[in-house]
């Protein structure tokens, strides 16, 4: 069975850092494009960092500088270190993983997804 499981989210003060793991189980990510995605209650699902197979990141514009995407294909692991963090970036954190090696920012690029992790940016 394939499957997606996010971990590291928790409540944080702002101007904290966190960093976010996704962890595969039943398929190797290594050939697989990974994104991170945040839903906040009451609005929809944005894209916030994708990263190919080759290891190369891509960010949304509002993200980059604070976020960063990496991977251990070694740990079957993809993360995302978030720092200088703000209330608003209070969500349920996803990940997901596309059969294109070098997915965007879009939900429908992306085949698997895991069941999310809170984070709370609150003091």
């Known amino acids: 069975q394939l499957q997606l499981v996010e971990s590291g989210g928790c409540l944080v003060q702002p101007g904290g850092s966190l960093r976010l793991f996704c962890t595969a189980s039943?398929?190797?990510?290594?050939?697989?494009?990974i994104g991170w995605f945040r839903q906040a209650p009451g609005k929809g699902r944005e894209g916030i960092s994708c990263?190919?197979?080759?290891?190369?990141?891509y960010y949304a514009d509002s993200r980059q500088g604070r976020f960063t995407i990496s991977r251990d294909n070694a740990k079957n692991t993809v993360y995302l270190q978030m720092n200088s963090l703000k209330p608003e970036d209070t969500a349920v954190y996803y990940c997901?993983?596309?059969?294109?090696?070098?997915?965007?920012?879009?939900?429908?690029?992306?085949?698997?997804w895991g069941q999310g992790t809170q984070v709370t940016v609150s003091s």
């Open positions: 997901a993983a596309s059969v294109g090696e070098a997915a965007g920012l879009r939900t429908y690029e992306y085949d698997y």
């Open positions: 990263i190919g197979s080759d290891g190369s990141p």
């Open positions: 039943g398929f190797t990510l290594v050939y697989y494009g």
